[in-house]
């Protein structure tokens, strides 16, 4: 494995970086409060060309390796504070940009991947009911077909950039008798009749990454939005879940690097007992700790990404590396904060946000519970 | 129209302290290259042509400005630390070369604020003039420039005709910043590379800097203790009474 950057990796990083200095590190306080979206830096990073990162040209997008856009993510993560937008982000390319890669007709790429790679079209996806989380092929949500369109019934939770999506990759069971294999993937645009996706979902954390329950009654999609062929859902699913897993996170590998430069300069600053607080040994030690769960989540992710650009199945490597960032991210957060003493708890010094954005990361794209089910599955237990 | 934008590197003015600059376009110059892209996207002008002096490693700005959307950029290859006048001689024999309607370029680098080269260039071409400028706006069937000025008495409004020479305040717009497509276009734009030589021109700095030197340490404040004392350090120590 050689991570060392090329000429054309470090000029595309470094624009990266400078992009997200200068138009992303905005104030984040009142907008987490309200859980405003910011449409605009959505519009910018589309622009820039963040979404359309790993799109072949032909569809608008740039045609990266992953392992560079990983990277790419990794520096967003570093400058944005707006780790709702970020996760926006990446519900997106994850979950609507990556299967449509994957599985889309020539007609279907046409149409949504250059306004998804360019910003103008915000993509979802809708897998998780209220009675399927993590046992997710047990799904309620039925398709029919009728004529040349297929009625859908059911319904969705936990839509990231539900209530903003002009189209959302559904998941529905067409032949519930053949249990997985008989669920099928559907791109709903927002203007599909029984429809109904405005039920917003108040979070925890990333507040300023709209979420919504989403319910189809009598819901009609013209068969030439099925995505892949009827019942190949669950492979098209478990496929892009496995992207999803290796790269969802990335960008917080950069986040945990803000957070450790931010209490090293603290811990710098900071004096009690007549000397900086970074020379006591207990917050020394924090510190260290943040780095080497920093250094290994990045080894992780860029190994999963090079494999991955190296049509290698990384399966474990992707369950992996989400479950080392997502405990890490969590862990420097709840550091952070120890840090920052008193200081960390309020608001005001937007470290608590970290760790309520952090947390969900152990929940979605399935739990740490199924990622070391999956490791476990896969060292034969 | 054919607009040609000169422009300098100069190390990053908003680097941090202690941090190592990285080279940048004057941002100045990122401004008038800026003004030449609208220009040319307004229908205006057919062409933006950047120009650089300078070795190989400024390379690296040459396609952040072709990543910002020119169509073609030179770099005339001299390591030398010229003077503006030196420039402008260069320049010259460039533009008439290239004969653009507009040169369009910062009003000054940040690295020396030496503010000369295009009062210069425009002499040595024998080109109206038209400096610091707020705002462009081509007239006449594009053959004059209506130019507003931001002067100390109030905004001053001029025309030049065309060729002129145009340079650029930093009011005059919010430069765009560079996106990973257009930067993956840049790399397949010529970087077109000339020598003094090749020009036919030669030029010999005719200023040369003896020492620079860093402003002296700030010495450490003192607390007075009442206004009177305070008007005596402030006439007697600081002279400033």
Not at chain 1, 47 to 59: K, N
Request: hydrophobic content about 40%.
């Amino acid at each position: 494995m050689d991570f060392s950057w090329s000429d054309q990796q470090r000029e595309l990083l470094d624009a990266v970086s400078r992009f997200a200095k200068e138009q992303l590190d905005y104030d984040m306080i009142e907008a987490d409060r309200n859980a405003v979206f910011n449409h605009e830096a959505w519009k910018k990073c589309g622009g820039f060309g963040i979404h359309g990162l790993p799109v072949s040209e032909e569809y608008g997008g740039l045609a990266q390796e992953p392992i560079t856009t990983v990277a790419a993510l990794e520096r967003l993560g570093h400058a944005c504070k707006d780790n709702g937008l970020l996760f926006s982000i990446n519900a997106h390319m994850w979950t609507a940009i990556i299967p449509l890669v994957y599985n889309g007709t020539e007609a279907q790429k046409k149409k949504f991947l250059p306004g998804l790679c360019n910003g103008s079209l915000i993509g979802g996806n809708a897998m998780s009911e209220p009675n399927s989380g993590s046992d997710a092929f047990s799904l309620a949500t039925i398709a029919v077909k009728k004529g040349a369109k297929y009625i859908l019934n059911g319904s969705k939770i936990f839509v990231t950039n539900g209530p903003i999506a002009d189209v959302l990759l559904v998941f529905a069971a067409t032949d519930k008798a053949k249990g997985a294999s008989g669920i099928s993937a559907f791109l709903v645009e927002k203007d599909a009749p029984g429809l109904d996706a405005s039920h917003k979902i108040e979070k925890m954390g990333v507040r300023t990454s709209p979420m919504s329950e989403v319910f189809f009654t009598d819901c009609e999609v013209p068969e030439e939005n099925l995505l892949g062929k009827e019942g190949a859902g669950s492979w098209l699913f478990t496929r892009s879940m496995t992207w999803e897993r290796g790269c969802i996170l990335a960008a917080h590998v950069g986040t945990m690097q803000r957070l450790l430069e931010r209490c090293i300069r603290y811990a710098n600053e900071r004096k009690q007992g007549g000397q900086p607080i970074g020379k006591f040994q207990q917050i020394a030690g924090k510190i260290v700790d943040m780095k080497m769960r920093i250094e290994s989540s990045r080894h992780m992710l860029y190994q999963c990404a090079w494999a991955s650009g190296h049509r290698k199945s990384v399966y474990l490597e992707a369950a992996m590396t989400k479950l080392q960032i997502s405990d890490s991210w969590v862990k420097c957060c709840e550091d952070a904060i120890q840090i920052h003493g008193g200081y960390g708890y309020m608001v005001e010094y937007e470290v608590e946000r970290e760790l309520r954005d952090a947390i969900g990361s152990k929940l979605y794209s399935g739990t740490s519970e199924i990622q070391r089910n999956i490791i476990a599955s896969l060292l034969g237990l | 129209m054919k607009i040609v934008v000169p422009f300098k590197s100069v190390p990053d003015p908003y680097a941090g302290a202690g941090e190592a600059a990285k080279s940048v376009i004057n941002p100045f110059d990122e401004i008038a290259i800026e003004e030449a892209l609208r220009i040319r996207e307004r229908g205006e002008a057919s062409e933006v042509v950047g120009v650089t002096i300078g070795p190989a490693a400024i390379d690296e700005q040459i396609r952040s400005a072709l990543a910002m959307g020119m169509n073609r950029a030179f770099r005339i290859d001299d390591a030398r630390a010229l003077d503006p006048y030196a420039v402008a001689r260069i320049l010259r024999v460039f533009i008439e070369k290239e004969a653009p309607q507009i040169v369009l370029m910062g009003k000054q680098a940040v690295d020396d604020d030496s503010n000369q080269v295009g009062q210069m260039l425009a002499g040595l071409l024998g080109w109206p003039q038209a400096t610091f400028v707020s705002k462009i706006e081509l007239i006449e069937n594009n053959t004059r420039v209506q130019c507003a000025r931001e002067t100390d008495g109030g905004l001053e409004v001029i025309t030049v005709t065309v060729p002129a020479v145009v340079t650029t305040d930093l009011r005059l717009n919010e430069p765009r910043y560079v996106s990973l497509p257009g930067l993956m276009k840049a790399r397949k734009k010529p970087i077109e590379v000339l020598s003094c030589e090749q020009l036919g021109v030669s030029v010999q700095p005719m200023t040369k800097t003896l020492s620079t030197s860093r402003p002296p340490k700030r010495a450490g404040g003192t607390r007075v203790e009442s206004v009177e004392e305070l008007m005596v350090k402030l006439k007697q120590e600081a002279k400033v009474l």
